[in-house]
């Protein structure tokens, strides 16, 4: 899970161009909305469109269900890993 984990992180980073982060800095169980990194809506939007890609994951943005994946890097890593498609 760790290596999933760090995969996540570096997605983030690059894909909603935090560039004065690295993988190091965002902690695994911290939100990812709100104070730790400023994660907003469309940070939301862009990061589920890429992990429904990158990952072959079906969403739906008005499932609270996703709402709750996406807390933090942990619980998305989780999601990914018990839901991942080939």
């Known amino acids: 899970m760790q290596t999933l984990e760090l995969e996540l992180k570096k ?3 690059d ?3 935090l560039e004065d982060l690295t993988p190091d800095d965002i902690d ?3 939100p ?6 400023g994660l907003d809506s469309i940070d939301a939007l ?3 469109v890429t992990i429904k890609k990158h990952y072959n994951l079906s969403l ?4 609270k269900s996703t709402h709750k994946h996406f ?5 998305l890593a989780k999601f990914i890993s018990e839901n991942k498609k080939d």
Do not use: H, R, T
């Not at 990812?32 to 990194?37: A, H």
């Not at 739906?60 to 499932?63: L, P, S, V």
């Not at 807390?71 to 619980?75: F, G, Q, T």
């Open 32 to 37: 990812l909305f709100g104070d730790e990194l």
């Open 71 to 75: 807390e933090s890097v942990a619980s």
């Open 28 to 30: 695994s169980n911290a």
């Open 60 to 63: 739906d943005a008005d499932d």
């Open 46 to 48: 862009e990061l589920g």
């Open 15 to 17: 894909v909603l161009n």
């Open 11 to 13: 997605l983030i980073i």
